[in-house]
């Protein structure tokens, strides 16, 4: 028996205007999907207990299977895991977005305009973190540079409890009320007030502005953690197996969990990510394992941008050029196989960060017809079927069992 995991990131949602009451899920054209549940059993999960942050990483580790309870030490240092950074126990991480603040006399007079800087590329950020590095990195800390927009900074025997906020989550709004507090919050400022001191002025970002995009202006320190401490996938489920994704938070769990994490030529985290790519490797992964965690991004991006119609189009794509040709190629094989497919968390447009509702899943089983069909895979149908999970972490369990 295969398994695998479609993972769409922050793909449930709430009830639109725009779509007549439907969620971006409701509205999609999605065949593969609904043929899926279809014939499978679906239900609700609560992927992210109410006491945790709503986050990728806590919901990501739990449909993996991990307890975020017991598991969870905070997203940076998943994401420095993937870079290759190699921790001890005394340093403590944080995520680092280059962002888009609006001009201000200064930075605690502006306002968030872009969490992802216009979606700058990775060329193009690692040019900006190398610069910053020459500025603020000293023996006690470092940025390190990683995918687009999103990078981190590890500051040895560092100083924890910080109350940072994530960047997605005020866009649009005054950052005055959001800035770093607490434990080494004033360092994690003073670093950002000089980031965007100096940034507007690199080259980069003149060029960037020239070609109408918008510049990344500033640091944003936030998802403060520690050295994570997982018990191996194979430990704990007795399977080898894989997790695709353009990521470094996803690639982070994969490694600390002991699973392949294949670097995939044209991944971006983005709507026009490289599909094709992402399911080739996944179905060459399976090959010589049993478990594959095919994790795609771009449902989420267009949550946090605010913008269901590109949301309800990521949704068509990954069910298009992901669910489909993954569903296809299994059938081809002749080889038993289970499929979950699954949001981590939902990332509701109207508010453009996630939340901590539960989320609709799909497990399809090639060798048996599924105990609660739905007729389309949405928030509404799953959640009528009454099935309701209510520590997410045990559905892989559940998608595992023979």
């Not at 126990?89 to 001009?103: A, F, G, H, K």
């Not at 940072?164 to 400022?189: C, F, M, S, W």
């Not at 971006?268 to 790519?277: C, L, Q």
């Not at 050029?321 to 509701?348: W, Y």
């Amino acid at each position: 028996m295969k398994y695998i995991v479609i993972l769409g990131d922050g793909m449930a949602d709430l009830p639109i205007a725009e779509f007549d009451g439907k969620t971006p899920l409701e509205a999609a054209e999605k065949p593969a999907m609904n043929y899926l549940a279809q014939h499978g059993t679906c239900g609700m999960a609560k992927t992210v207990p109410d006491d945790l942050p709503a986050g990728s990483d806590t919901a990501n580790l739990s449909v993996m299977g991990y307890n975020p309870h017991k598991y969870y030490s905070g997203r940076s240092p998943l994401e420095a895991a993937s870079m290759g950074i190699d921790l001890s126990l005394s340093d403590v991480t944080y995520r680092c977005n280059v962002v888009t603040l609006s001009e201000a006399p200064t930075l605690t007079e502006a306002k968030m305009v872009d969490y992802s800087a216009g979606e700058i590329t990775t060329e193009e950020a690692k040019e900006l973190i190398e610069y910053m590095n020459q500025v603020l990195a000293d023996d006690s800390r470092r940025l390190y540079a990683g995918v687009g927009y999103r990078h981190c900074l590890v500051v040895h025997n560092g100083q924890k409890g910080v109350k940072a906020t994530p960047p997605h989550d005020i866009t649009g709004k005054a950052v005055r009320d959001n800035l770093p507090q607490e434990g080494y919050g004033a360092e994690l400022l003073s670093m950002m007030e000089k980031s965007y001191e100096l940034l507007k002025d690199h080259p980069v970002n003149k060029k960037r502005v020239a070609q109408g995009l918008r510049p990344a202006n500033s640091l944003w320190f936030w998802g403060e953690g520690t050295k994570p401490d997982l018990t191996s996938f194979k430990e704990l489920y007795g399977i080898d197996g894989a997790v695709i994704s353009a990521v470094d938070l996803l690639k982070g769990i994969g490694i600390c969990a002991g699973l392949a994490t294949p670097e995939i030529e044209g991944a971006t985290g983005n709507i026009n990510t490289n599909y094709e790519n992402k399911v080739k490797e996944a179905l060459a992964e399976l090959k010589d394992k049993d478990f594959v965690y095919l994790h795609i991004e771009a449902p989420d991006e267009c949550g946090h941008q605010c913008n269901a119609a590109e949301k309800k189009r990521a949704i068509e794509l990954l069910d298009q050029r992901v669910v489909k040709p993954v569903l296809e190629a299994m059938q081809a094989g002749g080889e038993d196989f289970s499929i979950m497919v699954a949001p981590d968390h939902p990332t509701p447009v109207a508010l453009g960060t996630h939340t901590h509702e539960p989320v609709p899943y799909i497990i399809y089983r090639s060798n048996e017809e599924g105990k609660a069909p739905l007729d389309n895979y949405c928030e509404k149908e799953a959640a009528a079927k009454g099935i309701y999970v209510a520590e997410g972490y045990t559905l892989m369990k559940q998608l595992l069992q023979k």
